[in-house]
């Protein structure tokens, strides 16, 4: 049995782009335990998957997916981060599951 991904596209098809963290807004406050390890990580390998946020008016974009990493970034200085930008028509509960998927997840 074939396993279907994405109903329309791959969101890793589109390209990345660099936002200013002034330009990001969280989607909820995190735990401090959390983003306390996601920093450590963060410092110890770099950034490694960009973000995937939703755009909204006058340039702002809110994070879907990726929260405790931007707070992280934010923490340590980071001046602006990689992300991926909704599209229309893109179906979030099927981003939230591609996004939160683990390596031992895919076919």
């Known amino acids: 049995m074939?396993?279907?991904?994405?109903?329309?596209?791959?969101?890793?098809?589109?390209?990345v782009v660099s936002i200013p963290i002034g330009?990001?807004?969280?989607?909820?406050?995190?735990?401090?335990?959390?983003?306390?390890?996601v920093k450590r990580s963060i410092k110890e390998a770099g950034l490694l998957n960009p973000l995937f946020?939703?755009?909204e008016e006058?340039?702002?974009h809110k994070v879907h997916v990726g929260n405790n990493r931007f707070l992280a970034a934010r923490k340590l200085g980071y001046?602006?981060?990689?992300?991926?930008?909704?599209?229309?028509g893109?179906?979030?509960?099927?981003m939230d599951r591609f996004f939160k998927m683990k390596?031992?997840?895919?076919?």
Do not use: H, Q
Not at 23 to 37: D, F
């Open 23 to 37: 330009k990001l807004k969280n989607s909820y406050p995190g735990k401090i335990a959390v983003i306390s390890e």
């Open 90 to 94: 893109d179906d979030l509960k099927e």
């Open 79 to 88: 001046t602006e981060i990689d992300c991926y930008i909704a599209e229309p």
């Open 53 to 55: 946020v939703l755009p």
């Open 2 to 15: 074939a396993c279907r991904l994405f109903a329309k596209s791959n969101p890793l098809d589109r390209p």
């Open 103 to 107: 390596p031992i997840d895919f076919p």
């Open 58 to 60: 006058n340039g702002i």
